[in-house]
């Protein structure tokens, strides 16, 4: 089985106000293969105190969503012979509420803008090939969240 790791450190920027709710929710994100990512708290979550230029956790498992089903359906591509040129996603996450007012990440929305150098799979074929990144993305298999890809897997279409 594979094995996955990440650091998280959290520090205080003050004793005095720790207590009071008003501290940092900057921290910092490092991984094993020695980078490391500024990351806090949504602005939109806790507007004060976050570090708006950090990575926030909606935002990571967003990206998370969309970099596995990218990862997964360009295997799939190469395997079945199409020559992709250029793949990108603008990927968005929304937030709702649960019936005990709890809020969770409840949807995650693909929009894959991909091009192709030679011969492009035709939409049977490109549906397909999606269809297949979301069952084998390691990333969908994990969470709850609706994964939707636009004009493909339950995605709008405007």
């Known amino acids: 089985m594979s094995r996955y790791t990440a650091t998280i450190t959290w ?15 900057g921290h910092v994100w490092e991984f094993d293969g020695g980078v490391s990512v500024p990351a806090s708290s949504s602005p939109q979550v806790v507007p004060r105190f976050s570090v708006e230029a950090a990575v926030d956790p909606e935002e990571a498992l967003v990206a998370s969503a969309s970099s596995c089903h990218m990862l997964t359906f ?20 929304e937030m709702a509420a649960m019936d005990d007012g709890r809020r969770w990440l409840a949807t995650i929305r693909l929009d894959p803008q991909i091009e192709w150098l030679d011969t492009e799979p035709n939409a049977e074929q490109l549906a397909e090939l999606h269809h297949n990144a979301h069952k084998e993305c390691y990333i969908a298999n994990s969470i709850k969240s609706e994964i939707k890809i636009k004009g493909i897997i339950g995605g709008d279409d405007d």
Do not use: H, I, P
């Open 11 to 25: 520090k205080s920027d003050s004793s005095d106000t720790f207590t009071k709710q008003r501290y940092t929710r």
């Open 74 to 93: 360009l295997y799939l591509a190469a395997k079945d012979g199409f020559n992709v040129a250029s793949y990108t996603d603008n990927a968005v996450g």
